[in-house]
């Protein structure tokens, strides 16, 4: 499976959000997307989740463009997990997984043994099975990001869309997520993360993705592509790689700092 | 170990639907003409299987005639606000929404207040209120459909101002209306009663109501994705904008079918949907069939005091609201809110 963008523009109002984004995305990918706010990463992907349909360029998977197929048909290659948020209505997690299998069951149908068992198998995959009964709305952060995951999972698409899933959650759950994402990736899902932090992409992403100004700044391996200058541009701000034993880090350069 | 919620909701309903059953036979048993629960059960089998006659004509006349429509009534116009109330709270993913929201009720009593002053018979006046109530909807959906931004807001929007439209209209024709019989019945009518309930009012309702119940029943478990936001929806494989239409159409449909046999019954829609989130939880794979049994035995219930504590009988409209809203406001302040 993979997902394809091709030229992608798009405009609110006359005005140009993304210019000619084109890359591509295999399975067993973990490609990390940077840019600044505002620089049009949610609208990316937005048009690849269907929900704004006035973009040039094609978004495809496998040759079948995206926006012609039915929704359960999207729904078989993408899943999408957003960043954690109270609903309105809570659900226990068992039920709230069980949604992700909606794709798989006819309009009229509930989920039956099959699907439970799926939702059950995929809340033990990100290591929550033990919360299964518990209320959505009463879990951590970092508790919450895993069951969308999981639901991700039971879902049985094979690209995950990520949009900034870290952003909401403390210091430990966003290395315990992006360490369980770039696990998901190895076992053969494409995964397609977008970020405000720099070094998670240096250290998890397998591909990097970076954005200005709505245009493609720079796509490769992350020890190729991402520099200071890269950075700089970015975000306007400078800063220093570091050779560590354990990986290159990005820290801020400081007043006096050489760069 | 907490019982399963699949489990717990199981079992809740059936004790609902069993208290449903008991409340329905006693519920021939209050009334002036005295008889004894064995008789009524006896009375209605009567229908199904060939029995002795061990009961008068009168007897018969009362509980089939009088009796049994309006206690049937009860049952559906309860079940009916309830379940629209359920599904409007999940497609509008807000808990204060209720059946007369988007205008149906105000749409309505504008069609009965208009039959009214038209001199028609109550048959017409219940094919009136239904008419007008559709049409405010359509109204509703028209506005809403030119207008930008978030579609559950703007219909929500659009309801409230086409309702006050239709309110206004009302409220001229009880201006104009003659003050000696057409402004207490029109006054009467709005205030909701079940009072004068025959076959044809329950023939009637019925149509709307199963064409309105049964696709939000069939489609009970997938309303939950539309309580997600929309791209969690769209990328669950929901088609969002096809399912908020048809479950709109159905409660609407729900609305209109007992608001036009009942007038204006308040505060059930609301409070009844928000109690059984207590008893079963928000999915509404158990959601809506409990807040239908539940609607059902509360109404019945509440109907038995209007016609039975005191002489006069009491609209059943103002009893809902006395209980309704003090009911309400203890939801709203108890420490673990549910709102």
């Not at chain 1, 720079?218 to 990986?247: C, M």
């Not at chain 2, 929901?238 to 009942?262: E, M, Q």
Request: net charge positive.
């Amino acid at each position: 499976m993979s997902l394809e963008i091709q030229k992608l523009s798009f405009a609110y109002d006359g005005h140009e959000v993304l210019r000619d984004v084109s890359f591509r995305l295999e399975k067993g990918e973990f490609l990390s997307v940077l840019g600044p706010n505002g620089v049009g990463k949610s609208t990316l992907f937005r048009c690849i989740l269907g929900r704004l349909d006035s973009y040039a360029g094609t978004i495809t998977s496998n040759g079948d463009d995206l926006s012609t197929l039915p929704r359960r048909e999207t729904a078989r290659r993408l899943a999408y997990i957003p960043q954690i948020h109270q609903p309105t209505f809570s659900y226990t997690v068992l039920d709230t997984v069980l949604m992700g299998t909606a794709r798989q069951l006819s309009p009229f149908s509930q989920p039956g043994k099959t699907q439970v068992e799926r939702a059950m198998a995929a809340l033990e995959r990100v290591g929550a099975a033990h919360l299964a009964q518990r209320d959505f709305t009463r879990l951590s952060g970092g508790e919450q990001q895993l069951v969308l995951v999981s639901r991700a999972i039971a879902q049985q698409a094979e690209i995950l869309i990520m949009d900034e899933p870290t952003s909401a959650l403390d210091y430990g759950n966003q290395l315990r997520i992006l360490q369980l994402v770039r696990e998901l990736a190895k076992e053969g899902y494409g995964v397609l993360l977008s970020t405000h932090n720099p070094q998670h992409a240096l250290t998890f992403a397998t591909r990097i993705l970076a954005l200005s100004e709505g245009r493609v700044a720079a796509l490769g391996r992350p020890e190729d592509v991402l520099t200071p200058e890269l950075i700089s541009r970015l975000y306007g701000v400078d800063v220093i790689f570091a050779k560590t034993t354990a990986g290159r880090v990005i820290v801020p350069a400081l007043a006096g700092d050489i760069v | 170990m907490k019982m399963p919620d699949s489990r717990r909701a199981a079992l809740s309903m059936a004790m609902l639907g069993a208290l449903l059953a008991v409340l329905f036979v006693f519920s021939f048993v209050l009334g002036r003409y005295d008889m004894s629960p064995l008789e009524v059960i006896r009375i209605l089998l009567s229908r199904l299987i060939p029995m002795q006659e061990t009961w008068s004509r009168s007897m018969e006349a009362v509980i089939m005639n009088v009796r049994l429509p309006r206690i049937a009534l009860a049952c559906m116009v309860g079940a009916c606000l309830s379940l629209a109330g359920a599904a409007y709270q999940s497609v509008f993913q807000n808990p204060m929404a209720a059946p007369d929201i988007l205008g149906a009720s105000s749409g309505a009593c504008f069609g009965a207040a208009l039959a009214i002053l038209l001199g028609l018979a109550r048959g017409g006046v219940t094919v009136f209120a239904f008419a007008a109530s559709m049409l405010t909807i359509a109204l509703v959906y028209l506005v809403s459909a030119r207008t930008k931004g978030a579609r559950s807001v703007s219909i929500l929007l659009s309801g409230v101002m086409i309702s006050s439209l239709f309110s206004a209209g009302a409220s001229y024709i009880k201006l104009v209306a003659d003050p000696s019989d057409q402004l207490p019945e029109i006054t009467y009518w709005m205030m909701g009663s079940l009072s004068g309930a025959r076959l044809g009012d329950v023939t009637f309702a019925l149509i709307p109501m199963a064409l309105g119940a049964l696709p939000l029943l069939l489609l009970r478990w997938r309303i939950n994705l539309l309580t997600l936001s929309e791209e969690e929806a769209t990328a669950l494989g929901a088609n969002t904008g096809r399912l908020r239409l048809i479950v709109v159409l159905s409660a609407t449909l729900l609305t209109a079918g007992s608001v036009s046999v009942s007038g204006m019954i308040g505060w059930v829609g609301l409070v009844i949907p928000h109690l059984s989130r207590r008893l079963v939880g928000n999915n509404c794979r158990h959601l809506l069939p409990a807040s239908m049994l539940m609607g059902a035995v509360f109404l019945l219930l509440v109907d038995n005091v209007s016609r039975n504590l005191l002489a006069t009988e009491i609209p059943i409209g103002i009893l809902t609201a006395l209980i309704g809203a003090p009911f309400f406001i203890y939801l709203m302040t108890r420490k673990e809110s549910l709102l």
